[in-house]
């Protein structure tokens, strides 16, 4: 048997039993960094099915929800400690010009949710050639 010393996290427990929702869940936690021609982007998701997770991007935001369900226990169990967070997080991210959100990788493995986002070509140096200075006119008629 486990102690508990949280005097309110009792009275989560007891409100989740009564009402037959869970806790507010905290936000998920993330990683995000540029590897050479991506930026990439790392979720935390324990516990959550591929299935409960959505990803959209609508102009330049980026939005992740997923769900944590309350596992299925039988009718006698009874709860002696939770403190995983369950329910629906979501977390949005304004993504930059730079990037080309049409072509998004999205991977989920032990848990964690990782986004590849691919950098534009058109925001990647390139070289510029320089003309020799005398640029052909052209008439354009109507």
């Given at each position: 048997?486990?102690?508990?010393?949280?005097?309110?996290?009792?009275?989560?427990?007891?409100?989740?039993?009564?009402t037959?929702?869970?806790?507010?869940?905290?936000?998920?936690?993330?990683d995000?960094?540029?590897?050479?021609?991506?930026?990439v982007?790392?979720?935390?998701?324990?516990?959550?099915?591929?299935?409960?997770?959505?990803?959209?991007?609508?102009?330049?935001?980026?939005?992740?929800?997923a769900?944590?369900?309350?596992?299925?226990?039988?009718?006698?169990?009874?709860?002696?400690?939770?403190?995983?967070?369950?329910?629906?997080?979501?977390?949005?991210?304004?993504?930059?010009?730079?990037?080309?959100?049409?072509?998004?990788?999205?991977?989920?493995?032990?848990?964690?949710l990782?986004?590849?986002?691919?950098?534009?070509?058109?925001?990647?140096?390139?070289?510029?050639?320089?003309?020799?200075?005398?640029?052909?006119?052209?008439?354009i008629?109507?």
């Amino acid at each position: 048997m486990l102690m508990r010393t949280d005097p309110f996290r009792e009275l989560d427990r007891l409100a989740q039993q009564i009402t037959g929702t869970w806790s507010k869940p905290s936000a998920m936690p993330m990683d995000a960094y540029r590897d050479h021609d991506e930026y990439v982007v790392a979720f935390d998701l324990p516990g959550v099915p591929r299935d409960a997770i959505d990803i959209d991007v609508e102009r330049n935001m980026l939005t992740v929800r997923a769900e944590r369900r309350p596992p299925q226990k039988a009718e006698d169990v009874q709860m002696e400690l939770s403190e995983r967070p369950l329910g629906i997080f979501s977390r949005q991210i304004v993504l930059a010009d730079t990037l080309d959100t049409e072509n998004i990788q999205a991977d989920y493995e032990t848990g964690v949710l990782t986004l590849r986002i691919p950098i534009a070509q058109r925001a990647k140096p390139h070289k510029i050639s320089i003309g020799s200075g005398q640029s052909a006119h052209t008439q354009i008629e109507s």
